[in-house]
């Protein structure tokens, strides 16, 4: 007796593994259970006017009476991963938001047929050249990853680029893969990112240029490995589609992604309206970039301008008042459950502090790396900041918390202090590759429809070869 046809593709995405919530749900569980069996401590701080925060003083740590995270904690601590819910302080309800109006500017613009029609123009002239879009728009991704620690906005691209993949012969995971890796090497790779090289450099009391040649080394080969993985990958699945790390999800992907997964390409033309719409899709885009780069601009504004660029697109296409209302809520439900998981991403980080942990386990590698040999000294340090960014992924957070407590030892050890900052970077990079507390990561898969421990299986081996990379590099500039 032959199945009934899935009906809706969202059923035959499914995965035995659990989702993205609970994964996280469990995280601050444990969390929280950590702060019963870590002793609470803390050390003094004191503001750093070139970092603009608070730091941490280098031998101040001692305990503190302990705040053990109970039963109520953790069932506040979704909330609290939104907004403090006692000072009512911002937490990470900027970006949940931002990923709703991202969700409704998508909403207005697929109604207009426009990306669809796009999409099927773009592989009608592209037929046959379509892997080169992958080192291309990885490097574009890098580049915003080292200049400007590219990361929360990546959100945006996901809708756009995987349906462009999943039409060339790809797959969901590839379309991930360009933006999360792509951005993430480059932010492994920063050079002059303000959120990552800059803030460690000023916490350690050293210039940001310092190392920067080593950096750049970090940033192309780490590109160019991470480039030939995706793209050989990606040729594998086009040639076998079998070989897929979701290749079971594959009708699901079509119709969720392209709508009807027979469409042909070939005979796709847009209209005037559809052209205009694809000029302001993209220029918004390019203003959302300027802002953020060159504008101080975050969350709020850049929320700001995909709502504008929605009315405006649905008023040159003529939706009417409810189509556009319509589509853009519609939309903004679709990503719902992404803006929810961004809050019980940072709801993990929230528990930490609470239980005041942070400091103590700081402590504890301050402790481990007094009087280590130069090499030894440089990959410990290496592997801490790894085990310490997965509590801590903000690449600025971890910077202000490690680099004034760990920088100062390397002295005593005989190494660069700029080895430290490029370790430390290189870890929180990394780790925020696969990194289930980072909004990034668990909102972009999300957004993908593949499940967390499908892209473990997809990463773990460049996981590998990157960590090889890395260990060389440090290792060999440690040495001469």
């Known amino acids: 007796m032959e199945n009934a046809p899935i009906q809706n593709p969202e059923e035959d995405l499914a995965t035995r593994f659990p989702t993205a919530y609970t994964i996280l749900f469990l995280l601050i569980i444990l969390v929280a259970a950590l702060t019963w069996m870590i002793p609470a401590g ?28 109970g039963f109520v904690d ?135 240029t310092d190392g920067i040649l080593l950096r750049f080394l970090l940033l192309g080969g780490g590109l160019v490995i991470c480039s030939a993985y995706v793209m050989r990958y990606a040729m594998r699945v086009k040639a076998d589609p079998s070989y897929s790390i979701v290749a079971k999800q594959r009708d699901a992907h079509r119709k969720l992604f392209l709508q009807d997964q027979n469409a042909e390409f070939k005979e796709a033309t847009l209209n005037g309206t559809q052209i205009v719409a694809l000029v302001i899709f993209a220029l918004t885009f390019a203003v959302m970039i300027w802002g953020v780069s060159s504008q101080g601009w975050w969350m709020a504004r850049m929320g700001a301008l995909f ?58 590698a301050e402790t ?25 992924p903000s690449s600025s957070g971890l910077a202000v918390l490690s680099m004034p407590i760990l920088a100062p030892l390397a002295d005593f050890a005989n190494v660069g202090r700029d080895l ?35 892209w473990i299986a997809f990463i773990w081996p460049l996981l590998l070869i990157l960590t090889v990379f890395i260990t060389v590099v440090i290792s060999a500039a440690t040495l001469l």
């Open 74 to 208: 953790v069932m506040l601590a979704p909330t609290a991963g939104f907004y403090d819910p006692d000072s009512y302080a911002a937490n990470a309800i900027d970006v949940a938001l931002f990923v709703l109006f991202l969700g409704g500017f998508l909403g207005v613009m697929n109604a207009t047929g426009a990306i669809d029609t796009g999409i099927r123009s773009s592989m009608r002239h592209m037929e046959g050249h379509e892997i080169w879009m992958i080192p291309i728009l990885m490097t574009l991704f890098a580049i915003g990853g080292t200049t400007y620690g590219m990361a929360e906005e990546t959100l945006a691209f996901y809708a756009i680029l995987i349906p462009v993949m999943i039409a060339a012969g790809y797959d969901a995971v590839t379309g991930v893969a360009i933006i999360l890796i792509g951005a993430g090497i480059g932010v492994l790779g920063s050079t002059i990112n303000p959120f990552a090289t800059v803030i460690a450099a000023n916490a350690a009391n050293i210039p940001f």
């Open 420 to 454: 430290v900052v490029t370790a430390f970077q290189s870890a929180n990079g990394l780790v925020n590759l696969i990194n289930p507390t980072f909004a990034v990561v668990v909102g972009g898969l999300a957004i993908g429809r593949v499940s967390y421990d499908r």
């Open 368 to 392: 481990s790396l007094g009087g280590l040999p130069e090499l030894a000294f440089i990959n410990l340090m290496f592997w801490i900041e790894v085990g310490m960014s997965f509590f801590v």
């Open 307 to 364: 709502f504008g660029s929605a009315i405006l697109i649905g008023l040159i296409a003529r939706l009417g008042e409810k189509k556009l209302t319509g589509s853009f809520v519609d939309g903004a439900r679709d990503l719902l459950g992404v803006a929810l998981v961004v809050g019980l991403a940072r709801g993990i980080v929230v528990i930490m502090e609470q239980g005041m942990i942070a400091d103590t386990i700081l402590h504890s």
């Open 42 to 69: 803390q050390y003094d701080r004191t503001m750093n006017e070139e970092v603009g925060r608070e730091v941490a003083v280098p031998g101040t740590y001692q305990t503190v009476d302990p705040n053990p995270q």
